[in-house]
């Protein structure tokens, strides 16, 4: 497992951006699928985007694609995820996952930070 510190969440205003870091720890970062998640308040967490260890595959929910970019810099151990044209229905706790294997459930969780978006 590797251990996950998010970054970079905020209060903006819908229409906004905001850039959210991942910083893992402990175990060969590049080796790992990594991937982005949400809980909005009363709601179940939720699939946001995720990019393969190897960087040629991303994928992303519908809510956000166009929006939502993920991204990687394994050099730096390093996952990003890029949030333009924010929404007030995008508001909510974002957290970082990871697994080394692509076809498991993801078993590196981080704590979170705030996303609030306003109208």
């Known amino acids: 497992q590797v251990q996950l510190v998010e970054s970079g969440g905020g209060l903006v205003q819908a229409g906004g951006s905001l850039r959210l870091s991942c910083a893992a720890s402990?175990?060969?970062?590049?080796?790992?699928?990594m991937g982005w998640f949400r809980r909005a308040p009363g709601k179940e967490r939720e699939f946001v985007a995720a990019i393969s260890s190897n960087r040629g595959y991303t994928s992303y929910a519908g809510s956000v694609k166009g929006r939502f970019t993920i991204s990687r810099d394994n050099a730096k151990n390093t996952v990003y995820l890029q949030m333009n044209s924010l929404k007030p229905e995008d508001t909510a706790v974002y957290y970082c996952a990871a697994r080394r294997d692509p076809v498991a459930q993801y078993d590196s969780w981080g704590q979170g930070t705030q996303v609030t978006v306003s109208s």
């Open positions: 402990g175990r060969t970062f590049s080796g790992y699928d």
